[in-house]
């Protein structure tokens, strides 16, 4: 499981971790880091960084010896995890592609504000939670700007980002998603491209 050059938990060669990041309300979810850690909330415990980073890896861990134990693998031997809403800063990437696995890529969703506030309202009409109101959501705003937007730049700059345009309906971003998806597996290029 380890990758020995660098000293991860996962060797990138076998395992592909895909990051999923986009502005409050921008777009899908799949490893849910935001269940893990509600669950972490509800049972009255702090969720440090370190934590965060050591949940995601459990839960992948569990994922491999469920496959492994089961003999079903992958299709071509790579395991790969969508972890959605995270690293929302700079700390997190480093630290989990130290310690857990160097990432292959990361989808950005992008949309403008006025989407993902509108998105965040609707949604905060029958979700019941508290932070879907217009004041929390421009403080989320301005908290994704100043923290993750540069683990977007970071990622950016290793050419690791695929954007797709989050405007549309949810179907036409799920097709958008499976192109960059099936082109990463099928070994075509994802970086640099906006669909």
Not at 84 to 97: I, S, T, Y
Not at 117 to 127: A, D, I, N, Q, Y
Request: proline share 4%.
């Amino acid at each position: 499981m380890a990758d020995a050059s660098n000293k991860t938990i996962f060797d990138s060669s076998k395992i592909t971790v895909i990051f999923i990041l986009g502005g409050p309300g921008a777009g899908p979810p799949p490893i849910r880091i935001r269940e893990l850690i509600r669950t972490c909330i509800r049972e009255g415990t702090i969720v440090p960084m370190e934590v965060t980073i050591k949940l995601l890896e459990n839960a992948m861990r569990a994922a491999v010896e469920e496959r492994d134990g089961k003999g079903l693998g992958w299709a071509d031997g790579r395991g790969r995890f969508l972890i959605d809403g995270f690293p929302r800063k700079m700390d997190q990437a480093l630290k989990f592609e130290e310690d857990v696995c160097v990432s292959g890529l990361t989808i950005f969703f992008t949309t403008t504000e006025e989407v993902m506030l509108k998105r965040l309202l609707v949604r905060g009409e029958t979700s019941g939670r508290e932070d879907d109101n217009v004041e929390s959501i421009k403080k989320r705003f301005r908290t994704y700007k100043d923290q993750t937007m540069p683990v977007i730049e970071h990622y950016r700059t290793q050419q690791k980002v695929a954007e797709i345009d989050s405007t549309g309906s949810v179907e036409e971003v799920h097709a958008k998603a499976s192109v960059i998806i099936n082109r990463l597996f099928a070994g075509e290029p994802t970086v640099n491209v906006t669909i």
